[in-house]
């Protein structure tokens, strides 16, 4: 038999793991970015066929953080942080700018990834 302490310590136990396990999502800021704001500014600011020097300077208006040109790899990355935090995670929206031969954006991959804190 369950008495009336154990019976309100298991419920609490049971509240407190659920708020953990699917905390929603608390945007850190009153009008965070978000992907598809971010791909909407790419389309708009810097759409593909863009310079290097265009990009670089879209993120510079934008203070996105990011790398310099990679030739390498024919790309620039960039990652605005904390887009979102829950109790136990982290939100962070990472960009891939991939150029051509030429110099030219030939792609722009955003995602949000999401870590444990």
Do not use: C
Request: hydrophobic share 45%; charged share 20%.
């Amino acid at each position: 038999m369950i008495t009336r302490k154990t019976g309100l310590i298991l419920l609490a136990s049971f509240l407190t793991l659920g708020a953990l396990w699917g905390a929603p999502r608390i945007r850190l800021h009153p009008n965070p970015m978000t992907v598809p704001e971010i791909q909407t500014l790419i389309a708009q600011e810097a759409p593909m066929g863009t310079s290097v020097a265009n990009v670089l300077h879209f993120l510079d208006a934008k203070k996105i953080e990011h790398s310099e040109y990679l030739a390498e790899t024919l790309s620039v990355n960039a990652v605005v942080r904390r887009t979102s935090v829950g109790i136990l995670i982290e939100g962070s929206i990472y960009i891939r700018f991939i150029f051509d031969g030429e110099g030219k954006l030939q792609t722009a991959e955003v995602e949000e990834v999401f870590t444990g804190l």
